[in-house]
């Protein structure tokens, strides 16, 4: 089993080899950008991780399906960042911006083919359980975003439906990246599985994490501006919290309504939403929600007999991922 260290390593290696310099370069310059404006790489380090959990073989059977993950992860940004119509993505211009809508959809496309290409390069006695899971989760992660939109219409939204919609967004995709490095390593099914769960689980926590931090986290630390999804009226886990408990709903449509058009705008609303939050308690509410799906995630691998040193690399690896919000 890799340490932590040396999963970053192979993280660092596989993208630093990927170059998309298939012609014409109009179609492919936009996944090279895509690629090099980094991330956090959560997906493939989580399946290189549980991976490591069953193999210490390390080779294009499992760096190309690890890589893949990051690639759809990718595809689903630049399609996104067109229909949110985000100027910005990571503080450089989104691919729409930078090119046009038209290149932004193709070269989005043929990520996901190239996502399925390097799937594909899996193990052949690993494919009839890895790739229906990939495609199942490919479909998940439209649907996903399908709801996302959708809501945004919709003044209200229950918790039921808004943890389903994340579920499927953004969850799922971690859940697949877990259970599929195990496969490919040779987990059981059962080993698998639980995996998938911790994944899953840890899925949500991370978009529950990743909603509070963009109300009350640090801009440094979190690397976006503070505040964006207020400014942007956008939907998230704590306007749907504080309309659930709110004693005074008017007050808070009314302060989410406000215009954000000047930067004087921007601050005055984000304070004016923030302090309702706090009022009605909802950042701590979110922090438990937190912890809550984090104690699942852990809860979901604690009894199939991983032992106590791969059980310890999930319990971090989570704390890492979730941690700056607790």
């Keep these: 089993m890799l340490k932590e260290t040396e999963i970053n390593a192979l993280v660092k290696q596989i993208f630093d ?5 298939q012609e014409p370069a109009g179609l492919y310059d936009p996944l090279r950008y895509m690629i090099e404006i980094g991330g956090k790489r959560i997906r493939p380090r989580l399946c290189l991780t549980t991976y490591s959990f069953f193999s210490d073989t390390f080779d294009e059977s499992i760096f190309s399906p690890a890589a893949a993950l ?6 689903t940004l630049m399609h ?5 119509r985000s100027p910005l993505r990571r503080g450089v211009p989104t691919v729409w911006k930078k090119w046009n809508e038209d290149t932004a959809i193709l070269s989005g496309d043929v990520m996901l083919i190239d996502a399925y290409r390097r799937v594909s390069q899996a193990p052949r006695a690993s494919l009839p359980r890895v790739m229906p899971l990939f495609s199942r989760t490919a479909a998940q992660v439209c649907a996903g975003q399908q709801y996302d939109m959708e809501f945004e219409s919709r ?10 919609m994340i579920g499927l967004k953004t969850a799922v995709l971690l859940a697949c990246s877990a259970a599929m490095g195990a496969i490919i390593g040779g987990a059981s099914e059962q080993e698998s599985d639980a995996l998938y769960q911790y994944g899953y689980e840890l899925g949500m926590a991370f978009q529950v994490a990743d909603d509070y931090l963009d109300a009350f986290g640090d801009e440094k630390v979190f ?3 503070i505040g964006g999804d207020i400014v942007n009226g956008k939907k998230s886990w704590l306007t749907v919290r504080t309309l ?3 004693a ?3 007050a808070f449509l009314g302060a989410f309504a406000l215009p954000a058009d000047t930067p004087e705008q921007k601050a005055a609303k984000i304070a004016a939403v923030k302090d309702i939050y706090l009022q009605d308690g909802v950042d701590a509410d979110a922090k438990a929600e937190i912890v809550r799906f984090t104690d699942r995630a852990l809860e979901a691998v604690a009894g199939v ?8 690399v999930l319990r971090r690896f989570a704390e890492k991922l979730v941690g700056r919000a607790c």
């Design 17 to 21: 080899e990927i170059s998309f310099t």
């Design 70 to 75: 990051e690639v759809f992860h990718s595809f």
């Design 80 to 84: 996104d960042d067109i229909m949110d």
């Design 155 to 164: 003044p209200e939204i229950p918790m039921t439906d808004y943890n389903m």
């Design 223 to 225: 690397g976006k501006p």
């Design 244 to 246: 659930e408990k709110t």
């Design 248 to 250: 005074d709903k008017a």
């Design 305 to 312: 007999g991983f032992g106590p040193v791969k059980l310890e």
